[in-house]
C-alpha cells in the first residue's frame, strides 16, 4: 500500500463514482479500478460496495478513509517541511475563507502579499465557517478565517477583526429610512439569507429558534452579486458586513439595534506542524489589518 493508492482511494470516497474521481486525478478510469481492486487485493478486504450507488463505501472502505485523510495530510506536512528546508522565501499557504470575505475584504492585502513573497503561494478555499473548520480538522487547509465566538478544543485561534452585521436592502424599501433595525422586526421580513453554515446565516438561524419564529426565506444562496440583485429587485432584504454595499447607489445597510458583531479569527489546527509561509502570511494580514 502507498500514498498513491490512498490518494485514488480518497479521490473515489470525496467524488462518489470512479467517473467523477478519475477525471479529478487525471487518469482513466479503468486505471483507478485497477488501482483500486489493487488496494483490496494487498488488505485483503472489499472497501467499495459496487452494487449500492447510494453507499459507496462499505464498513471497511469507512475505517479506511479516516485513516487516510490523516495520513495524506501527514504527508503533504513532511513535504512542506522538506521544501522550507531549501528556500524559506517560498512555499504553500492553504487559507480558508468566506466568499464575502474573499470577494471584499481581502484582495488588497493579497495583492499586497504576492507583491512582497512573489514565490509563496496562496491557495484560496471557500466555504462557511462550519465546512472550514472541518477542513482545518482533516488538514485539508492550512489557515482560516472563521468565526471566532465558538470555538473548537482541536483548533487554535487568534483574534483578527471585528465587523458590525448589517442589514442590506433598496433604498426604496419602506425601512430604509429606518436608524436601525432590531433582529426580531428583520425575522418578519422576507428574507434573502446565505445558505446553513455561514456565520452570517447561524445568528438568524439562531435567533429563529430561539424565539420559535418562522422565516420567510425567498432565497437562499452563497452567490453575493445574486443576493444583491435580488435584494434590488425587492425579492427581500438580506443580512450583510456592509464593505459589500458601499459602492452600491440602489442599496442602503442598516445597522442592527442592538448591535450584532461578528468576531472573526485566524483558526489553525493544534499539534499541526504551521510552515513558515503560513506563518508568514498570518503575520502579514494582521498588519494589515493593524495598520488600517
Not at 498513491?4 to 463514482?17: I, P, R, S, V
Not at 465566538?149 to 442589514?167: G, H, N
Not at 424599501?173 to 418578519?188: D, G, K
Not at 493544534?270 to 493593524?290: I, V
Request: aromatic share 8%; with cysteine; net charge neutral.
Amino acid at each position: 500500500m502507498n500514498l498513491q493508492q490512498l490518494e485514488y482511494f480518497k479521490q473515489l470516497a470525496d467524488t462518489g463514482n470512479f467517473t467523477r474521481a478519475a477525471k479529478k486525478i487525471g487518469i482513466a478510469q479503468p486505471a483507478l479500478s485497477i488501482a483500486i481492486k489493487k488496494l483490496e487485493q494487498r488488505l485483503g478486504l472489499n472497501l467499495i460496495n459496487r452494487s449500492d450507488k447510494n453507499d459507496l463505501l462499505t464498513a471497511e472502505g469507512k475505517v479506511l478513509y479516516k485513516s487516510a485523510v490523516q495520513l495524506l495530510a501527514n504527508a503533504e506536512q513532511v513535504a512542506l517541511q522538506m521544501q522550507e528546508l531549501k528556500d524559506l522565501n517560498s512555499g504553500v499557504v492553504r487559507f480558508g475563507i468566506s466568499a464575502m470575505m474573499g470577494s471584499y475584504y481581502f484582495p488588497q492585502v493579497l495583492v499586497a502579499f504576492k507583491q512582497q513573497y512573489p514565490n509563496i503561494n496562496v491557495q484560496l478555499y471557500e466555504q462557511g465557517t462550519a465546512a472550514l473548520e472541518t477542513m482545518l480538522l482533516n488538514g485539508e487547509v492550512d489557515i482560516a478565517l472563521v468565526r471566532a465566538e465558538q470555538q473548537s478544543a482541536q483548533l487554535r485561534y487568534v483574534d483578527f477583526i471585528e465587523e458590525p452585521m448589517m442589514v442590506g436592502m433598496p433604498t426604496s424599501h419602506p425601512l430604509a429610512a429606518s436608524q436601525s433595525m432590531t433582529l426580531a422586526t428583520f425575522c418578519q421580513q422576507p428574507l434573502i439569507l446565505f445558505r446553513e453554515g455561514y456565520f452570517l446565516r447561524e445568528a438568524i438561524s439562531r435567533y429563529s429558534q430561539q424565539h420559535d419564529v418562522l422565516l420567510d426565506i425567498k432565497m437562499e444562496t452563497n452567490l453575493i452579486e445574486l443576493q444583491k440583485s435580488l435584494v434590488k429587485n425587492n425579492l427581500g432584504i438580506t443580512n450583510c458586513l456592509g464593505g459589500i454595499m458601499q459602492d452600491e447607489r440602489d442599496l442602503i445597510c442598516l445597522p442592527f439595534s442592538p448591535p450584532i458583531v461578528l468576531k472573526l479569527g485566524l483558526a489553525w489546527k493544534k499539534n499541526h506542524y504551521l510552515s513558515n509561509a503560513s506563518k508568514t502570511f498570518m503575520e502579514f494580514m494582521q498588519e494589515h489589518y493593524r495598520g488600517e
